[in-house]
């Protein structure tokens, strides 16, 4: 795959996927000492990047075989994407998602008129449900991370980035299945390939981490951390090697550092942001002295989280840190 | 004051006030069974619509003058706003607030280098402090709404939302002082004069409301709302004259809906949002029945709110609502 993949998303996207702010804060960038730019991704349509990918997927169908409909299995953000991209062609989709799913997700799913089917978490038998049904009903797999459409369409996040503030030097993306940070790639090797892109991973869910040092695909029980969205996912062949060939690196965040990120999006940036959308800026203030100088764009994935859990984590996260705030800027 | 006052903003603002989202919901708009388009100028710089105007009436002045420096009273984001567009043309500036602001607006309005004076909020000689320093100092007084450029550069933003989105039949603007419903109305005169707009004011705090009713301006002891930017304004002439001429009506809202109006836009647009800068989107939940037909544009004006009462609001809100959610979309 290449940046050509990418282009052909985002004429594929074009009034489609919505162009998500470019926001900067002059606060927090004097807090940090750093120019950052976050992409606000939680304000896509369905409340996360996954539209992009889905769509550009389900469009590359030929007609008969998206009559007849798709099927996913994902941690909520992509089936929502799935589902909306099917209705936007009128095709049937089914989602398989883990019975654990917040109610924020599944309502989206279903809002957006897909047939759930829930699989128990831990005992995980997720994939051999989706083929199976897949086979039943005709439908075809759209995979969350492992297909080239899907990684192109995400790649459409870092290429309107890079067309709107100049002179980026880090990227960072979140990384789960690993399509968005694989598209992000793709996307600054063809802009300037001097970029250095960084993915990001909780350090209880550090598949990917893994898999880039030993130099293949591992996989992890599924882990515990407050990244519901990274819970369910393990690195996939098509991204991995992409990642492995482009990617600088991928960095790790304790868990202290996810809810502390969503505390300075809510104080800077005035924007409700779930756990794992918050994964890449946790990773810049985590690891702000290791990333290359200059200023870094900084991708929010997802804004999908119910109230409960996002009161916990800003309570939690707001009892750390101080209370200074604020001057928001959007760029487009 | 027509349309091209607006006009003239728009081209004194151009590559200076971010051009914020409109974002609309699926899911929203089916519960209300309206099409809705939320105008997010909490994601404006310095967290709020002031900035327009505060920017266009410092610009319009002659160098020598604005050298001297610039003063006003403000509830914080009319200060945070002065601030920063003195800051931009190298003059002093100097804010005279009151003492109960809320931490979040004080540290902003400190980070953008102004001088800060408080004045006791009940007792309430603001004016005369704001008066006397001017002249001791020879500041220009920069008003918070009554003012043509103040009011002009408020108009930016609906002129804005009727270049990005067809068909609007209906707007609503949040009303303090006045500046920002007057520009409103005028955006829109010169637009389409089929266009209704509203004014919506806390019912607490609804003294342009009665102003309309009996034909003068009247005002109203300190009023005790939760939308606290809207606590020590009152309705000014020059945006009162426009209001009383051009504004369909203003609605007024309880405090319960306010809260409701802020929930709801942590749900379906993952914005926070300040309680003053959920008024508008209150009074679409409050009245919509009372609304014409059509497509509905709703200013959301600020969004600088300190956690903990942004969760003592959310709690009360999100405790008497149900829990669905969302799919939000930008279009800009």
């Not at 606000?40 to 169908?61: D, H, I, N, P």
């Not at 799913?109 to 005709?138: F, K, S």
């Not at 802009?191 to 880039?212: I, K, M, N």
């Not at 100088?293 to 999908?304: E, R």
């Amino acid at each position: 795959m290449t940046v050509q993949h990418v282009l052909h998303a985002v004429e594929t996207l074009r009034g489609v996927a919505v162009r998500t702010p470019m926001l900067t804060s002059a606060a927090l960038n004097e807090e940090l000492g750093r120019e950052v730019w976050v992409k606000a991704e939680s304000q896509q349509l369905t409340g996360s990047f996954k539209l992009r990918g889905a769509y550009a997927a389900v469009a590359a169908l030929d007609p008969a075989t998206r009559g007849r409909g798709v099927i996913c299995a994902s941690s909520g953000n992509h089936a929502t994407a799935l589902a909306l991209a099917a209705r936007q062609f009128e095709a049937p989709a089914v989602v398989v998602v883990p019975e654990d799913l917040p109610v924020v997700k599944r309502r989206a799913i279903e809002n957006h008129g897909a047939r759930i089917v829930p699989y128990p978490r831990l005992t995980g038998r997720r994939d051999a449900v989706v083929h199976q049904l897949a086979y039943q009903h005709g439908l075809t797999i759209i995979p969350s991370a492992n297909d080239e459409r899907v990684i192109a369409g995400a790649g459409t996040v870092a290429w309107e980035m890079l067309q709107e503030v100049d002179g980026l030097t880090t990227l960072l993306a979140p990384v789960g299945g690993g399509g968005l940070a694989a598209g992000t790639a793709l996307a600054a090797s063809g802009h300037d390939p001097s970029l250095r892109v960084f993915g990001v991973e909780p350090s209880a869910a550090d598949d990917t981490h893994r898999s880039l040092r030993v130099g293949r695909l591992t996989s992890i029980s599924p882990p515990f951390t407050v990244a519901d969205g990274l819970r369910h996912t393990e690195p996939a062949r098509i991204p991995f090697e992409i990642n492995q060939r482009l990617l600088a690196d991928v960095l790790t965040v304790p868990e202290q550092a996810i809810s502390e990120a969503m505390a300075h999006l809510f104080r800077h940036f005035g924007l409700v942001v779930e756990p794992s959308g918050a994964v890449a800026f946790a990773g810049l203030i985590h690891a702000l002295d290791h990333l290359p100088d200059g200023p870094v764009g900084v991708i929010v994935s997802g804004g999908n989280v119910d109230w409960n859990t996002y009161k916990t984590l800003l309570d939690i996260a707001m009892a750390r840190m101080e209370a200074p705030h604020h001057a928001a800027a959007v760029l487009y």
